[in-house]
């Protein structure tokens, strides 16, 4: 039975998934579980932490199964970001449900913590602006409306950290002395890290008035001592070293092998997420995007990204199915959208939380324009798919500005990648090749290559650009003069989108 294995958990928005790599990145074994999306108000979106862990215990233990039950060398994770756990460790029970990325309940919170500086108030400290999506004002937020955990924090009977916190902790032993920890990368993504330092900035911490003793230790993304180990009557069934965390972005940064300054990837899952490798020190963005930590593997130095964040891909498609009724199966979507030539004249903006990068404007909402008695449900999917693209070269556009870079293409991965109609709009829209890999895989790609770089199993990080390969190259296939007046339309949807509060 080979022990080279390495078990990667990719703990998502929707779904904990769990994969069985080898070191050359082939999956032996895979396995998937959804969790429920909680909606109690209007704006606030929730997960259950002990779901996702029951889920994580449960992937795990599958995919091992369909693998064959290998010996696994070590364990790498990666997960959703900025979605915030607060639990007990006395007794491992949450605070409250987890409160996630895409919602809003904190708008008011960070008009407040922005006063006369605005949004950019700790931009210079965090490469983040002051936006609903990230941690940290998730966090003042139970501190001070639910009920008892600022006293008890005072205790020490508070954990406060994303979804890689709240794994680790569990894998490593949970009450019986579970490691808490946090990685750069997740750590990046709160408003209370200081990106240059790499460590929690107490003056954040005391502008945000969140006491810094609930926080995790900071730790590099890959380590070669671990953090702890899984227990051997635990879903792996023995004892492996837990010593790789990533947030999602950053894991398919480094799965798609993009590891050199001027490197770029998006995915296409519940959001976009379009990061560009900027080198060792980080770049502050005046044209909207995130600087964030890309990986920092051992003692080397940490290594950094411009990012562009949309909130809404996949789920306007989900949207379509499950609220408007207009497709059944998600796969729908193309062949519906390529029953038509175009959009008939319609514009569709998923500002359903507010627009992300580069506009950050949580009181943007979502519009549909252009409709006549002509639009059908047909044109509404191909406009969906249009939105989607529109999104990505607004980032592109923003990309640019900052870093003068004019990209030769974008390396492309996530669920919506097979949809090759989007695709091939996305060459078009934003006059770029687009490049889909032949390994899908790459978030958990990124988990496990990580993790086996930590324990040998993986010489070096430029290994990593070697076995990267293309599995289809999309092209722009339309003229310039199309693509202007496209986006001069999509630019006249955005401001009906902006304008509506």
Known sequence: MSADRIVAIDQGTTSTRCLVFDPQGRVHGLAQREHAQHYPRPGWVEHDPL????????????????????????LGLTNQRETLVVWNPRTGEPWCNAIVWQDLRTQALCAELGGDAGPDRFRARTGLPLATYFSGPKL?????????????????????????????????????????????????????????????????????????????????SSVREPWGYTAKDGPLGARVPVCAALGDQQAALLGQGCVAPGEAKNTYGTGCFLLQHTGTRPVLSSAGLLTTVAY???????????EGSVAIAGALVQWLRDNLGLIADAAEIEPLARSVEDNGGAYLVPAFAG?????????ARGVICGLTRYVTKAHLARAALEAVAHQVVDVLAAMRADTGIDAA??????????????MQLQADL???????????????LGAAYAAGLATGLVPDVDDLRGRWRAERRFEPERPAAWRAAERALWAKALERSLDWA
């Open 409 to 422: 293409e974008l390396r492309v991965d996530g669920g919506m990648v097979r949809n090759e109609l989007l």
């Open 140 to 220: 003042r937020w139970v501190l001070d409306h639910v009920e008892g955990v600022r006293a008890a924090a005072a205790r020490g009977e508070v954990c406060a950290g994303t979804i890689d916190a709240w794994l680790i902790w569990n894998l490593t032993g949970g009450v019986d002395g579970g490691a808490f920890v946090t990685d750069v990368t997740n750590a990046s993504r709160t408003l209370l890290f200081d990106l240059e330092h790499l460590d929690w900035s107490d003056e954040l911490c005391a502008a945000l008035d969140v006491p810094r003793a609930v926080l995790p230790r900071v730790v590099a």
């Open 51 to 74: 779901e996702i862990w029951r889920a994580t215990q449960e992937v795990v233990a599958g995919a091992l199964e369909a693998a064959g039950r290998p010996v696994a060398a070590a």
């Open 355 to 363: 627009l992300f990068a580069p506009h950050w404007r949580a009181d």
């Open 296 to 306: 920092r593997l051992g003692d080397a130095p940490a290594c950094y990204a411009l």
């Open 430 to 444: 934003a006059d770029l090749a687009i490049v889909r890999p032949a390994q899908p895989e790459t978030t958990a």
